[in-house]
């Protein structure tokens, strides 16, 4: 069983930057994929960014260069550092956790275990 703490979200003006936390209980945080999903108020829930348990990731176009992903093991937490944030990047943060496919690590439904969500509000 894996719980999924996300904190870090708040209010902040387009420009700025946040960042985001996922303190992850449990033994196998380090052999799972941690990703980042965002679902903005009337939109469906989308991808941002996947960390697989050997390092590599992979961000969705729309936050690649402004937003960064990274875990420390040791902690069972993952980061994601906003920056040059956009209004569009409004919306409730979620963490998950999971062994996904690689060709569907984009899809909600490959991840078993998600955090609460936190809300990031971007205004102008």
């Known amino acids: 069983q894996v719980q999924l703490v996300e904190s870090g979200g708040g209010l902040v003006q387009a420009g700025g930057s946040l960042r985001l936390s996922c303190a992850a209980s449990?033994?196998?945080?380090?052999?799972?994929?941690m990703a980042w999903f965002r679902q903005a108020p009337g939109n469906d829930r989308e991808f941002v960014v996947i960390?697989?348990?050997?390092?590599?990731?992979y961000y969705a176009d729309s936050v690649k260069g402004r937003f960064t992903i990274s875990r420390d093991n040791a902690e069972n937490t993952v980061y994601l550092q906003m920056n040059s944030l956009k209004l569009e990047d409004t919306g409730v943060y979620y963490c998950?956790?999971?062994?996904?496919?690689?060709?569907?690590?984009?899809?909600?439904?490959?991840?078993?275990?998600w955090g609460q969500g936190t809300q990031v509000t971007v205004s102008s």
């Open positions: 998950a956790a999971g062994y996904p496919r690689f060709m569907t690590y984009r899809r909600g439904n490959e991840y078993d275990y």
């Open positions: 449990g033994r196998t945080f380090s052999s799972r994929a």
């Open positions: 960390t697989w348990s050997g390092g590599t990731t």
